[in-house]
């Protein structure tokens, strides 16, 4: 699996606002998912997994498990981008405890729809 720390919110290193995205490689149980956002310590660790739909998308801080959070979750849109497991004209629909999101690309930028 892979654990990237993302710096949301900026076009620089160092700079916006970090989070941890972690592409799980098959389902994990919220104990292991909260030891991992507790052990990378940053104000929320998102845990995606692919599926025909989308992707389940749940976020944790280091001490308990969150309904919503952005940054994170454009994080998470820019990871799969990256790691190339959807293509650039495709929509990221993400199914969480807060809803549908769905974010897409607009050249170099990306948006996200929330309720």
């Known amino acids: 699996?892979?654990?990237?720390?993302?710096?949301a919110f900026t076009s620089q290193a160092f700079r916006g606002n970090p989070a941890a995205v972690c592409l799980l490689d098959g389902e994990r149980d919220e104990a292991w998912m909260q030891n991992?956002?507790?052990e990378m310590n940053l104000s929320e660790t998102a845990f995606l997994l692919r599926r025909d739909d989308g992707f389940p998308l749940r976020w944790?801080?280091?001490a308990v498990e969150v309904a919503l959070c952005?940054?994170?979750t454009l994080a998470s849109a820019h990871a799969l981008w990256?790691?190339?497991?959807?293509?650039?004209n495709e929509t990221a629909r993400f199914h969480t405890k807060s809803g549908l999101l769905t974010a897409t690309r607009n050249g170099d930028w990306i948006e996200l729809d929330f309720p």
Not at 82 to 88: G, I, M, N, T
């Open 60 to 62: 944790f801080t280091p």
């Open 82 to 88: 990256e790691e190339q497991l959807l293509d650039a």
């Open 70 to 72: 952005g940054h994170a």
């Open 36 to 38: 991992v956002a507790a």
């Open 1 to 7: 699996m892979r654990l990237l720390q993302i710096d």
